[in-house]
């Protein structure tokens, strides 16, 4: 009981209190009119426009977070894909791993407007820039944790007899799982931010497009309202991520005790 006093405190205590502080300054920040109302809304102006606007916000919610699925389920495939082809062969990870990295290279502000201008205001280039993004942390991870296999392990599968697919299977996939969901986690919160970035600069709904509505609005409060729903949303996206990996890897939560 003593030892779990305080992970408590580390794991909640101390992130609360600290960003309960934050709101606290800010509210005193804007009460005392350091800042103009209009350009900084106080904390509870946010709230205010977060409950009033809140049906709309889930509407639009609801759009991105289906662009954020679609966009990230065919990446993970296709990271995956990648991954395991480049582990295959290696005459493949030689030619492609550079052409990986490089597209990392170009800014997602970048290239949403062209993925626009080529494949219209719909929910395609959306999901095309989300899989840009998202495929690449899961194949540069996915590869790392084949390659981290013990040598040794896999000469002696195979003097037991073990093929190609059974050495993946019971050793390299299971030695990977740690960094397919560390790269997971990073991916989800990318996915959403991508989403939003790509809406902003065409769309017809999602989280980007009010954005953009309340911006020429100037109504701040509700700017910083849709932006403490993307916060929300990126951090369950990544909680559920965590407890999809203490299902999938039971062995690493009893390692953790």
């Known amino acids: ?44 102006q946010v709230v205010q426009a977060l409950i ?6 889930l509407s639009h919610a609801g759009v991105t977070l289906l662009e954020t699925f679609i966009g990230l389920i065919i990446g993970i495939v296709v990271g995956f894909g990648l991954a395991v082809l480049m582990d295959r062969y290696s005459i493949l990870r030689h030619a492609f791993y550079p052409l990986v990295v ?11 407007p062209l993925l626009v201008l080529w494949f219209g205001y719909e929910m395609l280039p959306k999901i095309i820039l989300i899989v840009l993004v998202v495929f690449f942390p899961i194949a540069v991870n996915m590869l790392d944790g084949f390659r981290s296999v013990d040598k040794d392990t896999i ?14 299977r019971y050793v390299k996939f299971p030695a990977a799982l740690g960094e397919f969901f560390a790269s ?3 991916s989800v919160s990318y996915a959403v931010v991508s989403a939003v970035i790509s809406e902003w600069l065409g769309g017809f709904n999602g989280l980007g497009v009010y954005m953009t509505r309340v911006k020429k609005a100037y109504s701040f409060d509700k ?3 849709v932006i403490f ?7 369950i ?11 999938c890897m039971p062995w690493d939560n009893r390692k953790g005790k």
């Open 52 to 57: 009033s606007d809140f049906p709309l916000l």
């Open 102 to 112: 490089l597209t990392q290279t170009i800014p997602t502000v970048a290239i949403a």
């Open 223 to 225: 700017m910083f309202a």
């Open 184 to 186: 997971l986690k990073i």
């Open 1 to 44: 009981m003593k030892r779990k006093l305080p992970n408590i405190t580390n794991k909640f205590l101390l992130p609360l209190s600290a960003i309960v502080l934050l709101l606290v300054i800010w509210q005193a920040v804007s009460m005392a009119e350091l800042v103009p109302s209009f350009m900084l809304p106080s904390p509870v």
């Open 155 to 168: 000469s002696l599968l195979r003097s037991m007899g073990a093929g190609d697919r059974q050495i993946f």
């Open 229 to 235: 729903l993307i916060s929300a949303l990126s951090l």
């Open 237 to 247: 996206l990544m909680w559920l991520v965590k407890l999809l990996q203490k299902k």
